[in-house]
């Protein structure tokens, strides 16, 4: 993976975590933000494949698992800085 197709793939994590952050500020319960995180990081995904020539997925498929999988591991690179400080 050349260094900016990983500079996507956490762009995308931070972008999630963010819009998490959000959805906590919002009347949403917080079971819901991990399916946000991961919807949104599908659809940063195939944003991420159709704009970056490097971006670390070759076909449509791909494009949405990493976006998914970069969308939980925002979630769950919260909860670990969550837990640590417990």
Known sequence: MEMMGMAGVTAIS?????IGEAVKLSP???RWIPVICGFV?????VA???VMP??????LM????????????????????????K
């Open 28 to 30: 949403l319960e917080d």
């Open 41 to 45: 990081g599908a659809v940063l995904g």
């Open 14 to 18: 931070v972008i999630t975590w963010l």
């Open 62 to 85: 791909s494009a949405i698992a990493v976006g998914i999988v970069s969308g939980l591991a925002a979630t769950g690179a919260d909860q670990v800085v969550k837990q640590m400080k």
């Open 48 to 50: 991420g494949r159709a």
């Open 54 to 59: 490097d971006f670390p997925a070759e076909d």
